[in-house]
């Protein structure tokens, strides 16, 4: 058995640069961590059968390959050219579809998975493109290059990616004490809505709209530089203000980036006076927003008292791990 734990990510600054049809004009920016939540994805051969075994929300025994239901799974085992005798699965420790990158953190996984049981070695640019080119170019769900960038390298990370789609990766230091500063004033609540990110980020290709777009992002490009600056110092006050600014700009983009129940929750929590700002995560439309507290103590009785769920959050600084 190989079981590889692979973080999810949040974006801070930048999110959507990403996508092709901004960086292609444009280039991207932008700043992501990983943090302490986890796909987990586990492979094994089965010694006594020829089937294939996919272990997920449900169970599936398939006699080939073309009969392997789950996409992900099947064009993964194509590509490392393994049809039978075996065993492959995942679960999560919170919920998919939540903007958190599941599907990335997944793919690169179970691409892991497979180098080590081919006992193989790939780069970590090699390993995100090529989990970039199943999930992009071969299943054909929309986005960008950030998810499998950040579940890969691990930590917080500030991506360049130019015109012709080459990017570049570099750490972005912080003392372990401004770390314990951003726990203590991070956490994420859970809107209790899912989407299909891809949906949403198609909706923004559309050409009576693409002009409007692409003059968002670069505000959302913009506030890359002041959100580095703001984590170096340290200085949580500004970056809940920049969230309020990013989330105001993104509404923007598509109607199905919010609704009114998230703009009513949103106004819920700020009404409160006691968090500096935050944002929605991913594409939008539901999932999880971050969100900055003034006293974490008091934010965390107002979240009970209203019946919010919530969950706080530390930085994880590795990515994809053999952990078995």
């Not at 939540?98 to 081919?118: H, P």
Request: proline share 2%; aromatic share 12%.
């Amino acid at each position: 058995m190989i079981i590889y734990k692979t973080p999810y990510r949040i974006p801070l600054a930048g999110g959507g640069t990403d996508i092709d049809f901004y960086y292609r004009k444009r280039g991207g920016k932008l700043i992501s961590f990983t943090f302490d939540q986890y796909i987990y994805t586990f492979l094994s051969r089965r010694p006594l059968d020829e089937k294939i075994l996919v272990q997920t929300t449900r169970s599936e025994f398939s006699e080939s390959l073309s009969k392997v239901k789950h996409n992900t799974i099947k064009e993964v085992l194509k590509y490392f050219k393994i049809n039978k005798k075996v065993q492959i699965g995942t679960f999560s420790t919170i919920p998919t579809k939540s903007g958190l990158g599941t599907s990335s953190s997944q793919m690169v996984g179970f691409i892991n998975n497979f180098l080590n049981l081919k006992k193989k070695r790939m780069k970590l640019k090699e390993i995100v493109k090529l989990a970039y080119k199943i999930e992009r170019k071969i299943i054909g769900d929309d986005g960008g290059w950030q998810d499998q960038i950040t579940a890969a390298y691990g930590g917080i990370i500030k991506i360049n990616i130019n015109k012709k789609g080459n990017f570049i990766v570099n750490k972005i230091k912080i003392s372990k004490k401004k770390i314990l500063k951003f726990e203590k004033h991070f956490v994420l609540i859970f809107t209790e809505e899912v989407r299909r990110s891809s949906k949403i980020i198609s909706k923004q290709r559309k050409k009576n709209n693409i002009d409007k777009v692409i003059k968002l992002y670069d505000k959302l490009k913009q506030k890359v530089p002041i959100m580095e600056r703001a984590l170096k110092k340290g200085d949580v006050k500004k970056i809940g203000n920049i969230f309020d600014e990013h989330w105001k700009i993104k509404r923007n983009l598509t109607k199905s980036i919010s609704n009114n129940y998230l703009d009513n929750l949103y106004v819920k929590l700020m009404k409160s006076n006691l968090f500096h700002g935050g944002k929605i995560i991913g594409a939008g439309g539901g999932g999880f927003f971050l969100m900055v507290c003034k006293n974490k103590n008091s934010s965390i009785n107002f979240l009970k008292k209203e019946r919010i769920k919530y969950t706080n959050i530390k930085f994880e600084f590795n990515g994809s791990k053999e952990i078995y």
